[in-house]
């Protein structure tokens, strides 16, 4: 059968027309989030907040005494939160609650064991690491592991601790922050050491296989008053990204895991003059998102690096995320996680 040549036009610029009309409604949707960002805003509440938009998704305040850190569980299904506990003591535990209602709220530690820290939850899977005093015993904080469930708990680091810092013989004397590498297998976490003997002080940045063995120190201070915070890992595994404190002054910095080398990302951080305050690095993407330093929090920004070569690189400017003045809230610790889409 022979088409007339004017159907065939016809038919032709149909077929475009509906191309372009499906290309465009694509163009025009917002973008699929597979990540998702949590963030303290105001007093005793927290935010879910869209990585590719900036858009508050949605805005909880967990039935707790406070907000004292917070996480996303695992592929985001469930908000971490870490409270004082309700009978009136200071001692302060781990909870889980709906990551967008807040509801179904689980206590996961006893507060007749740990008063507890800080919180990061492994992207391999649904496993909880956290630094804690024992309140049974006057030590300072060390780091422990734990399941969302409240299964299968393990201590991880000691105080008295041997650890080889870099050529020196110290002990642990407590330890803070710790962060899960991308793939589970490690953690890094900033750890006070003493020289054994002397008992000189070092502040260390410290990397340990998931069940606490190999303690290797990575970055290392030998005096007192630095701190570090923040701690967490490129999605390569590659780099570790922190904030260190030294007296006033607030630096960001860029450790490369295997050569130990250090990069100075400080004044890429820095916004209208204010240092970081917290930060926290994208699971799927280069990128870090961090707000500067305002009383009560402040707005969200994210900015891109490159990694290539070993080598670290920030990529353009700081873009704002998500701003106080269009919802009235103050945003602060703002933790990245993995999202499935449920």
Known sequence: MIIPMKKITKISFLMLFTIFA????????????????IATATTGKYVIVSPSTGTIRAEVQPDVKSVNSLALGFQSKKAIVVSKEE????????YTCDRET??????????????????????????IVFSAQNVNELSDDNIHKINEDGTGY????????IVDCQGVSTKIWSSYDPAWSPDGSKIAFDCHLREVGSNHPHNSIVIMDD???????????????THYKDICWTKDGEF?????????AVKVKALHVNSKAIVDITSHLTVEGLHTESLWTSPNENKITFNKYEPGGGDLYVIDFT????????SGTYKMLAS???????????????????
Request: hydrophobic fraction near 40%.
């Open 211 to 225: 069940d606490g063995q190999n303690k290797q120190v990575l970055y290392d201070v030998p005096v007192e008053e």
């Open 87 to 94: 009978s009136g003591t200071f001692v302060k535990v781990i």
């Open 324 to 342: 106080h003045q269009d919802n009235g809230l103050h945003f602060g610790a703002p933790d990245w996680q993995l999202w499935n889409g449920n």
């Open 102 to 127: 807040g509801g179904n709220l689980f206590q996961v530690t006893s507060e007749q064991d740990w008063d507890v820290m800080f919180v990061d939850i492994s992207l391999a899977g649904p496993q």
């Open 154 to 161: 393990e201590r991880l680091s000691f105080s008295n601790e």
């Open 307 to 314: 990694v290539s070569n070993d080598q670290f690189q920030i």
């Open 22 to 37: 499906i290309v465009g409604c694509e163009a025009n949707e917002d973008p699929i989030d597979d990540s998702l960002i």
């Open 240 to 248: 570790l990204i922190f904030l260190l404190t030294e007296g006033t």
